[in-house]
């Protein structure tokens, strides 16, 4: 059919995305549960915020189900579901080097007597702020004050301390080979993947700009490069061009993934480039071939919209994060840079002008944890950082700008429908897009988009027959038949061990006659006996919470939603896109777990009760 051979063309189009041989029998794609993005001791900001013990190897293990010792309270923890897929992120600032000055002191060796005092001043600061449980205050002092974010970019050299650096080389290589060996360890093709990568960490004036790299390389590969930092360059161009060459030169593929766009200041999804460019194909070519996904949702808030952003979305003030990573507090500014859902519709626009979309990304969800604990149930969640890990500490500031336990969302986790559980099979269906996202919830989600479906189709998502007449998640249709708009399946089931389903909702963006990006959330399937109103709104679904005892039940909502839905007000002329969102009845929110623990009735920051949910890769629309 034309729309598959048009989706064929624009993926084999972008230089280094291919298509590997084993994703030839895509009715036996499975769905593995995964996080992303989760730090470990070996990162500095984690090792000041007190965790001194839970390494790589603790992370993998405890991923894979096996109970460890919480790094701040030393309790014992375990996950109540094994995940299937781990990437151990450390940043690539510095890594591991607060750790092994904490242990092992900074080398003396040729530094001089001048320079073996400094380093010894430093190696007991250290160790003092630790001990004394002072590392919050040591890392809050460390950030970047507010400022122009393109003009502190530009001046980013002028503020490195190389001399603080170049005694910890060696030790970074030493941390990058033990993070391989443990990762090398605990990969088990078939049962549990270990996939490598790290955290690329610039924060140019308070804008947070992080990319995760994750790759499949192997040990080998991965022995042969030291991750690229920020203190390499901060932007993402130069990222990009360094993941072209280590490919190139390793045979190992990458992919770079944009977090907590919600606290960039307008940068992450702008159109224009860190250095003040406006956004030319090259540049939005080169960031289709590498940012493929988008971590919408984790720890440090939501990033699909803001109700400043969505007026008309009931829904869009979920989990907000108004905190800037500097050391000043500065009110919080939403703008359309920030945000998914508003960067998807840029995308449309810039696609429009330059011929390529450098926002036609997929999404997917992760912790951000930085307990080496990946913890993204409300009832079991391990902190962002081991200091914030306990009702008592929550109510303290943690990071910066106010931001404390309390402020942080128990958050999320990646989905990924791939053939197999290996690092290959993963990294191909990333680079597909044929992922999602939860706040923390497995809720199964199949979303397929196609001229030739039926309701009968419903019946047959998990079965060829819903790949060979159409596409996943993640893909683009194109032209159809006539004026007639394209059918999407869409089948969600609730988490076996969690909460009941409130809606299934269709988010669609798409550009207008006049060139103008717009956008409106349509309810596709609901629970209960509701009728929609005239303007399309759906009655809430109820709250069963009893804020007395954190507990709820399922006597509403439903187990599994789904829909043939078809988009009332397409018009065949205008590019779009499409994503499904699904919404659980209420529960109780980690925070409100730890006020009724501490006495209190209700937290006093933030709800108590939350409507959990998931978001899918979008599927495209481009007329021919």
Request: hydrophobic letters at 40%; aromatic letters at 10%; proline letters at 7%.
């Amino acid at each position: 059919m034309r729309f598959l051979a048009n989706a064929l063309v624009v993926i084999l189009a972008i230089p280094g995305v291919a298509l590997a041989a084993e994703e030839a029998p895509a009715a036996h794609r499975k769905l593995l549960w995964g996080d992303t993005h989760l730090h470990t001791s070996y990162s500095f900001d984690a090792f000041l915020n007190n965790n001194l013990s839970a390494d790589p190897d603790t992370a993998y293990r405890f991923a894979k189900g096996a109970p460890v010792i919480h790094p701040y309270h030393r309790a014992r923890m375990q996950l109540s579901v094994p995940l299937d897929f781990l990437v151990v992120s450390d940043h690539a600032e510095f890594i591991g080097g607060l750790r092994d000055i904490y242990r092992n002191g900074i080398n003396n060796d040729d530094a001089g007597i001048w320079g073996s005092i400094r380093n010894w001043y430093l190696t007991r600061t250290i160790r003092n702020a630790v001990d004394e449980r002072e590392g919050v205050t040591v890392f809050r002092d460390a950030l970047p004050v507010s400022g122009d974010p393109r003009e502190a970019a530009r001046n980013w050299q002028d503020n490195l301390d190389e001399s603080a650096l170049q005694p910890s080389l060696s030790v970074m290589r030493t941390a990058w080979r033990e993070i391989i060996d443990a990762a090398e360890a605990h990969y088990q093709p078939g049962r549990f993947t270990s996939l490598l990568g790290w955290e690329w960490s610039p924060v140019p004036g308070g804008a947070n700009l992080h990319r995760i790299i994750v790759t499949d390389a192997d040990g080998d590969q991965a022995r042969a490069f030291q991750p690229f930092s920020s203190t390499d360059s901060p932007f993402p161009e130069d990222l990009w061009q360094w993941l072209g060459r280590t490919s190139e030169a390793t045979g190992a593929r990458f992919l770079a993934i944009p977090h907590n766009a919600n606290i960039s200041k307008g940068l992450m999804f702008s159109d224009t480039t860190l250095r003040g460019d406006p956004v030319d194909a090259a540049y939005a070519q080169e960031r289709m071939r590498w940012e493929r996904l988008v971590e919408v949702t984790q720890i440090k808030g939501d990033s699909e919209t803001h109700p400043l952003l969505a007026p008309n979305d009931e829904f869009a003030d979920f989990e907000p994060y108004p905190f800037y990573i500097q050391q000043d507090v500065q009110p919080y500014e939403p703008r359309p840079g920030d945000y998914v859902r508003s960067a998807l519709k840029t995308g449309l626009r810039l696609g429009g002008s330059l011929g390529v979309n450098p926002f036609q990304f997929g999404l997917i969800g992760s912790t951000d944890a930085h307990t080496g604990l990946s913890t993204a149930e409300e009832g079991n969640f391990g902190g962002k950082m081991a200091t914030d890990s306990t009702p008592e500490t929550k109510i303290n500031p943690v990071i910066a700008g106010g931001s404390r336990g309390w402020t942080m969302s128990a958050s999320g986790m990646a989905a990924v429908w791939a053939e197999e559980n290996t690092r290959e099979s993963i990294l191909s269906a990333m680079q597909r897009r044929e992922t999602y996202a939860t706040t923390g919830p497995r809720i199964r989600v199949r979303f397929f988009g196609g001229w030739d479906y039926g309701e009968d189709d419903l019946q047959a998502v998990d079965t060829a027959a819903a790949y060979e007449k159409g596409i996943p998640m993640g893909g683009t249709l194109g032209d159809g038949a006539g004026d007639q708009p394209p059918v999407f399946l869409i089948a969600a089931h609730k988490d076996a061990r969690g909460a009941n389903l409130d809606r299934v909702q269709v988010v669609k963006g798409w550009l207008d006659a006049d060139g103008a990006a717009q956008e409106k959330v349509f309810n596709a399937a609901w629970s209960g006996e509701r009728q929609l109103t005239a303007d399309g709104a759906l009655p809430p679904v109820g709250n069963t919470v009893d804020l007395k005892t954190a507990r709820y039940s399922n006597r509403i909502g439903a187990a599994e939603l789904s829909a043939a839905w078809r988009d009332p007000e397409f018009d065949p002329e205008r590019p779009a896109f499409y994503y499904v969102r699904v919404l659980e009845i209420p529960t109780p929110r980690h925070s409100h777990f730890d006020a009724l623990a501490l006495g209190m009735e209700a937290p006093d920051y933030g709800a108590t009760v939350i409507q959990e949910r998931a978001y899918t890769s979008p599927i495209w629309y481009q007329p021919d």
